[in-house]
Antibody
Framework: QLQLQESGPGLVKPSETLSLTCTVSGGSISSGSYYWGWIRQPPGKGLEWIGSIYYSGSTYYNPSLKSRVTISVDTSKNQFSLKLSSVTAADTAVYYC??????????????WGQGTLVTVSS | QSVLTQPPSVSAAPGQKVTISCSGSSSNIGNNYVSWYQQLPGSAPQLLIYDNNERPSGIPDRFSGSKSGTSATLDITGLQTGDEADYYCGTWDSSLSAEVFGGGTKLTVL
């Protein structure tokens, strides 16, 4: 059974960079047909896609966050990571990593991590 | 303000049927495939429906999806108290070049 687990600091200061890692177990991050994505959910609000990466390193970012986001992959560790720079209180959210099926116009997230709350505060 | 519009809440009695709507446009639902997610309280979202009307293995056939034009619907029959959750629709938006979600619908089973 595929499992994803987020890890990283739960508290980040304003203007600093948020860094999270997602470790994938029970399957290879290098398997074809799947991207690996990050989605966030501010407290009490809805879901927002941040971006996704293919094992080859190809990335797609939400245009609303693109200037501040970097997603990378480490196939040797079966991990992918998120960096979000210049954070503000508006970036406080539960951050989820997920497996992202993406073939032409068909996209969906079929496996999710449990999520990790990141609070931006001094 | 979400790109996809869902009712904030719906409710129905146990055993009844409920329909959750998701309205979009030609740049998203109208020309792309819709997925639905269930988020139980305190948990991560779970995929319920993909490709407009396909269910992943393990998802009961009480859950069904459909799409017509620029709107999609999620039907839940034989409601159970365990179905109380937030439900989100999602799809790709070709104009925004982004995966977008609805604002979510809170289902209460009275």
């Amino acid at each position: 059974q595929l499992q994803l687990q987020e890890s990283g600091p739960g508290l980040v200061k304003p203007s600093e960079t948020l860094s999270l890692t997602c470790t994938v177990s029970g399957g290879s991050i290098s398997s074809g047909s799947y991207y690996w994505g990050w989605i966030r959910q501010p407290p009490g609000k809805g879901l927002e896609w941040i971006g996704s990466i293919y094992y080859s390193g190809s990335t797609y970012y939400n245009p609303s966050l693109k200037s501040r986001v970097t997603i990378s992959v480490d196939t040797s560790k079966n991990q992918f990571s998120l960096k979000l720079s210049s954070v503000t209180a508006a970036d406080t959210a539960v951050y989820y990593c997920a497996r992202h099926f993406w073939w032409e116009l068909l996209t969906y997230f079929d496996y999710w991590g449990q999520g990790t709350l990141v609070t931006v505060s001094s | 303000q979400s790109v996809l519009t869902q009712p904030p809440s719906v409710s129905a009695a146990p055993g009844q049927k409920v329909t959750i709507s998701c309205s979009g446009s030609s740049s998203n639902i109208g020309n792309n495939y819709v997925s639905w997610y269930q988020q139980l309280p305190g948990s991560a979202p779970q995929l319920l429906i993909y490709d407009n009307n396909e269910r992943p293995s393990g998802i009961p056939d009480r859950f069904s999806g459909s799409k017509s034009g620029t709107s999609a619907t999620l039907d839940i029959t034989g409601l159970q108290t365990g179905d109380e959750a937030d439900y989100y629709c999602g799809t790709w938006d070709s104009s925004l070049s982004a995966e977008v979600f609805g604002g979510g619908t809170k289902l209460t089973v009275l």
